[in-house]
């Protein structure tokens, strides 16, 4: 349980709030480059700022301010021009600095009065990793964008998907620490939306919880794993400071401001050994729903789907006042206590836990990931075939979020040979 200011201190992220401080420090994922690719401006709020991601015509990327400092027109409909971006009200031009490059008029009308170097607009940094469009909106020196390990792996099928959820990210994040939850919101829903009643998952028996450098990982025995299990040797990750990370797939939870929450997902799936070497010209990128187009009710047929729905269920931001927390809760306490303990240190001008700095470290930032060996050598055709194998239903089908369009899975499909009906 917690009062309503801890409450609020953990989920404001707007500016000057001391978390939104704290999130600044480091670089989020904000968009996906096959997006920009198609339409090279996107409107776009992040921790309750109003902003204009852009990919401009000599192909770097910005992020602007969304409002024009002029007259306050909206950048969201500028021209990409070679280096920024142009304002399509009266064309003052701006480039990924903030600084402000040409005022048609002003610098036709009075050029001697260099009016435009009076002007700046806010502009955040912009990176390109992995397919994703990273965003740092905090100051200088901003860390490295982590060069997490899987984004090294070769051989591998890659998309994003991102969608917005309406509640604030924290209940998102308290998800990425919460073994439990997987038993009742996946197992056993999977069971009773199947129309039966039973039998039911198995159940946990103990939970683990282990801090490390970039996250706290969780860990599991259930009925059917044991302490040998690496389930429990290795476990799942709490990444810090807002992601889940499984091994085959990252979620971000990206706070959009306090009442929504970008959920963006970067998954990988091995490509089988007979289909190496395989290379993935652009990574995918789609948009997933999280409510049914035809009767307005919340899609629950997919992982995350149930995820979502579990969050929104908390209402738009939960009421920890009336909670009441047991022993599976365990990682939720440590992680509230530790980025209570964070913003006191970004308070006092410190660096907040698992930010990357050092070049040489960030040629591959390891993880505890316990299928390594799978993620780089792939499956044999013949465990591809295997529906038993326990990685199989996430190979063969995308089970993650509803929405995937046909060109994506007809590129899956084609990269993962599930088209073959040859047994070579
Ligand atoms: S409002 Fe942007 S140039 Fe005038
Ligand atoms: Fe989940």
């Known amino acids: 349980m917690l009062d309503h200011a801890t409450n609020r201190q953990l989920c404001e992220t707007g500016p ?14 904000v968009g996906a480059v096959s997006e920009m690719e198609k339409e090279p401006t996107r409107r776009i709020r992040i921790m309750g700022e109003d902003l204009v991601l852009y990919r401009d015509l000599s192909g770097g990327y910005g992020l602007l301010e969304r409002h024009c400092p002029h007259r306050r027109a909206d950048l969201g409909f500028g ?29 036709t009308a009075d050029p001697d009065s260099r009016f435009r170097d009076k002007i700046r607009i806010t502009a955040y940094p912009v990176e390109a990793k992995a397919g994703l469009l990273w965003a740092y909106l905090g100051p200088e020196p901003a860390p490295l964008v982590p060069t997490w390990e899987p984004f090294t792996w070769e051989n ?41 009643f039973g039998p039911y ?72 050994q007979d289909m190496r070497p395989f290379r993935q010209n652009d990574i995918p990128a789609w948009r997933g729903p999280v409510r049914a187009a035809d009767t307005g009710e919340w899609i629950t047929s997919h992982v995350m789907n149930q995820d979502f729905a579990a969050w929104v269920g908390q209402g738009a931001l ?80 995308f089970v993650f979020q509803a929405g995937q369009p046909a060109a994506v899975r007809a590129a899956y499909v084609a990269a993962m040979g599930l088209d073959r009906n040859d047994d070579t």
């Not at 909670?323 to 599976?328: F, K, Q, V, W």
């Open 79 to 107: 021209y990409v021009e070679e280096c920024g971006l142009r304002c399509s009200y009266h064309g003052w031009y701006f480039d990924r600095t903030g600084a402000c490059l040409e005022q048609p008029f002003e610098d």
């Open 201 to 272: 998952a198995p159940k946990h028996l103990k939970l683990g919880f282990d801090e490390f450098e970039f996250g706290i990982s969780y860990k599991r025995v259930r009925e059917n794993t044991d302490e040998e299990h690496p389930l429990w040797t290795v476990g799942r990750n709490c990444l810090w400071p807002n992601a889940l990370f499984t091994g085959d797939h990252f979620e971000w939870r990206v706070p959009i401001d306090d009442g929504n929450t970008l959920s963006v997902g970067w998954f990988f799936n091995p490509v089988p």
């Open 318 to 397: 939960a009421d920890r006042s009336r909670e009441h927390l047991g022993r599976s809760d365990r990682g939720v306490i440590m992680m509230r206590r530790r980025f209570l303990d964070d913003i006191e240190v970004v308070a006092a001008g410190g660096d907040p836990k698992g930010l990357v700095r050092d070049p040489l470290v960030n040629n591959c930032v390891t993880l505890p990931i316990f299928d390594r060996e799978f993620f780089c050598n792939g499956p044999t055709r013949e465990e591809l075939r295997n529906p038993n194998h326990q990685r199989m239903r996430s190979m063969l089908d």
């Open 16 to 29: 000057g709030t001391p978390m939104g401080e704290l999130l600044r420090r480091y670089w989020h994922p």
């Open 156 to 196: 591998g099928f890659c998309q994003i998907v991102i969608s917005e959820v309406p509640c604030n990210w924290f209940q998102c994040q308290e998800n990425s620490i919460d073994p439990v939850h997987f038993e009742w919101q996946h197992d056993n829903w999977r069971v009773r939306a199947s129309g039966a």
